[in-house]
């Protein structure tokens, strides 16, 4: 079956603008995780949708901003980007967010 | 505050050689411990799930192993292979949260 799709794959912004990357999950999981990385940090969460709703959030500023569709797709927003922007985002869905975890290839967004 | 240490954060071993990559958590309050590849530049794949009433999993020539009570889970790889090179991470779910903490990684070389 299908794994977890992202797109687009590669983004090159400037500072002040806003950009949104999307996600689809694996099919039947309804959990979408969003995480940041870079070298600096590692892998940090962003958050956490099933069913539409956020249950979690990560400790970033109100600028990260998501969804989740009726069909369990997700998009995460940035917006007024900056260069600390620049990393790859990653996104994960499972059955219920306590179960197995599958990555997509990720979105690299690099702020100019 | 869950942390996720990784140690080493590089190893590099001759082909062939049997393996032990280390893991330690703070809170042991987890319900699950993942580890994953990843390839430079590309997503996460996951390796290994170990819920919190196990002890171990093993696919192929990986087993990993969990000891809550102490905070620790190892990845051991058999019998390693170049295309075995990669970093890889572990991850615990913990908590209502419903996310993963990751630890920063061990950047594995395995020499032909």
């Known amino acids: 079956k299908a794994g977890v799709t992202q797109t687009p794959r590669y983004l090159i912004k400037t500072r002040g603008q806003q950009v949104t990357l999307s996600c689809s999950p694996i099919s039947g999981h309804r959990s979408v995780s969003w995480y940041q990385q870079t070298p600096g940090q590692g892998l940090q969460f962003l958050f956490e949708y099933f069913s539409e709703t956020q249950r979690n959030k990560g400790n970033f500023p109100g600028r990260f901003s998501g969804r989740q569709f009726s069909n369990s797709r997700s998009e995460m927003n940035v917006s007024t980007l900056e260069l600390g922007d620049s990393a790859l985002y990653l996104c994960?869905?499972?059955?219920?967010?306590?179960?197995?975890?599958?990555f997509g290839q990720g979105t690299r967004l690099t702020v100019v | 505050k869950q942390e996720v240490t990784q140690i080493p954060a590089a190893l590099s071993v001759p082909e062939g050689e049997n393996l032990v990559l280390n893991c330690s958590f703070t809170d042991s309050a987890i319900y699950n411990l993942q580890w994953f590849r990843q390839d430079p530049g590309k997503g996460l794949t996951s390796l290994l799930l170990?819920?919190?009433?196990?002890r171990e999993q093993t696919s192929g020539r990986l087993n990993a192993s969990l000891d809550k009570s102490s905070g620790r889970s190892t990845l051991y790889i058999a019998a390693s292979q170049p295309g075995d090179s990669a970093t890889y991470l572990c991850a615990v779910g913990a908590g209502s949260a419903r996310q993963l903490t990751f630890g920063s990684g061990t950047q594995l070389t395995v020499l032909p």
């Open positions: 170990i819920q919190s009433s196990q």
């Open positions: 994960a869905s499972s059955l219920q967010g306590y179960t197995e975890a599958f």
